[in-house]
Structure formats: C-alpha cells, structure tokens
Nanobody, 124 residues
Framework: QVQLVESGGGLLQAGGSLRLSCAASGRTFSSYAMGWFRQAPGKERDFVAAISWSGGSTYYADSVKGRFTISRDNAKNTVYLQMNSLKPEDTAVYYC?????????????????WGQGTQVTVSS
C-alpha cells in the first residue's frame, strides 16, 4: 500500500514558477514509477509528466514540455514537479500517482495509487 500526499499548490500570476511535491509512504516507493496528472474544471484528468523508478526515464505532455520538470528523491520518498513559465491554462488540480510496474506511463489507468490533489491557479 502506498499513500500519497501532494503539496505546494497555490495562486500565482502567469509567468511565475511553482514546485509541487508528493510525499509517499511505504518502503517500496523506490520501485514505483510516479506520475503527475491534472484536472481542470469540467475536463478530464490529463497526463502531465511521469518518471521511472530510477529517475532515468521521464515523459512529458506536449503542453508542458520545456516548462515543467519531474524529478524524484528516493531517499526522501518524494517526487517533485517544477513548473516554470506558468500559463492560465495550467490552472487545475494536480494529482500524483504511483505505478508499481516501475517504468513510467502516460496512461492514468495504469496507476494504482493516487493522492488527493493540490490546486494550482494561474491568473492572467
């Protein structure tokens, strides 16, 4: 069982930066791939970024490539999402998720564990 708790969301102006954190419980965190997804009001949950268990492979949605960076610290059981050059269209609830298979995927259905989400609001 893995429990995930996101933090770091907030309200900021376009062009700003924010770093989200996702703290995981459980001894097997380092074997899980981790992903970030987001859901805007009235829309489906979309893939944002994913990272393999070792951190050696990362994947990004086209909409965030070059602006967002996913990373992890297995010693701290934490995954991060650094978000730069934020735009109003980045406004959403951001969720982290864990996939026991370890290699990372864009498919939300492959993730077994989810956090409660953290709100990010970007004003124009």
């Amino acid at each position: 069982q893995v429990q995930l708790v996101e933090s770091g969301g907030g309200l900021l102006q376009a062009g700003g930066s924010l770093r989200l954190s996702c703290a995981a419980s459980g001894r097997t965190f380092s074997s899980y791939a981790m992903g970030w997804f987001r859901q805007a009001p009235g829309k489906e949950r979309d893939f944002v970024a994913a990272i393999s268990w070792s951190g050696g492979s990362t994947y990004y949605a086209d909409s965030v490539k070059g602006r967002f960076t996913i990373s992890r610290d297995n010693a701290k059981n934490t995954v991060y999402l650094q978000m730069n050059s934020l735009k109003p269209e980045d406004t959403a609830v951001y969720y982290c998720a864990a996939d026991r298979r370890g290699w990372g995927t864009r498919a939300s259905g492959e993730y077994e564990y989810w956090g409660q989400g953290t709100q990010v609001t970007v004003s124009s």
